[in-house]
């Protein structure tokens, strides 16, 4: 499966921005999707993982009650909405697809390029 994100950008402190990651080439609702960003020199790490039919769902604790995850199978897509967004969140946030949700990333097979979120203060 090919993924493709997209919908990153500059904003400000406070702001809020969506991310969407579209999938072809293979079935949709086979996959848990999850969402996982990385800054320069540290390791990729998890921001929200949903089992196939969204009933298991993990945020990681510093994005808790500020992101959400969503998808829209006839799209096949998957989406994150990031609200009250901090100077901390700054990265480029990766989507992924595998076979269970779990915050390791090397547990996930496919891999979109990229995005770059980007939040001043």
């Known amino acids: 499966v090919q993924l493709q994100a997209s919908g990153g950008g500059l904003v400000q402190a406070g702001e809020s921005l969506r991310l969407s990651c579209v999938a072809s080439?293979?079935?949709?609702?086979?996959?848990?999707m999850g969402w996982f960003r990385q800054d320069p020199g540290k390791e990729r790490e998890l921001v929200v993982t949903s089992s196939r039919r969204g009933d298991n769902t993990l945020y990681a604790d510093s994005v808790k009650g500020r992101f959400t995850i969503s998808r829209d199978s006839a799209q096949k897509t998957v989406y994150l909405q990031m609200n009250s967004l901090k100077p901390e969140d700054t990265a480029v946030y990766y989507c992924?697809?595998?076979?269970?949700?779990?915050?390791?990333?090397?547990?996930?097979?496919?891999w979109g390029q990229g995005t770059q979120v980007t939040v001043s203060s």
């Open positions: 992924a697809a595998g076979y269970i949700a779990t915050p390791q990333a090397a547990a996930y097979s496919y």
């Open positions: 080439g293979g079935t949709f609702s086979s996959y848990a």
